[in-house]
């Protein structure tokens, strides 16, 4: 074990509220070290950590296919991505909410639209 964690985000974070370092000093205090690393750093060696954490990633729409390709670098490299890349998939394509609501589970209500090979939505909330 290499007891090292990669807290996955981005380039730049300015604007945002992440509390990714919060996740820091517990880790420490187990004697594991990490961290952060924007998913757009083409130089990363994923087999440097145990884990990879997806945290705030909150760019990747700008470009998902590749950020899908480096989550399945890391998912091929001794890391464990954090969650699985078919969860993240099944998150990123957000079909998710159509089977929520088949199951009568109560979601936002979404139009639906499609492009190519990439189904995407757009919520709403509706007064």
């Known amino acids: 074990m290499k007891n090292k964690v990669c807290i996955l985000s981005m380039d730049n974070l300015e604007g945002f509220f992440s ?14 070290d990490v961290e952060t690393v924007s998913w757009r ?12 954490i997806v945290r705030s990633t909150w760019d990747y729409q700008d470009d998902c296919e590749e950020f899908l390709n480096v989550l399945e670098k890391i998912e091929s490299s001794s890391a464990t991505l ?6 993240i998939k099944w998150n990123i394509s957000k079909t998710y909410l159509k089977e929520l609501e088949g ?6 209500p979404t139009l639906w639209g499609k492009s190519e090979s990439v189904q995407y939505s757009v919520s709403a909330k509706f007064s």
Do not use: R
């Open 82 to 87: 954090m969650n699985s890349l078919q969860v």
């Open 103 to 108: 199951k009568q589970v109560p979601t936002v």
């Open 41 to 52: 750093n083409s130089q990363c060696d994923w087999n440097e950590y145990d884990a990879v």
């Open 19 to 32: 509390y990714d370092d919060l996740l820091k000093e517990p880790f420490k205090q187990h004697g594991i």
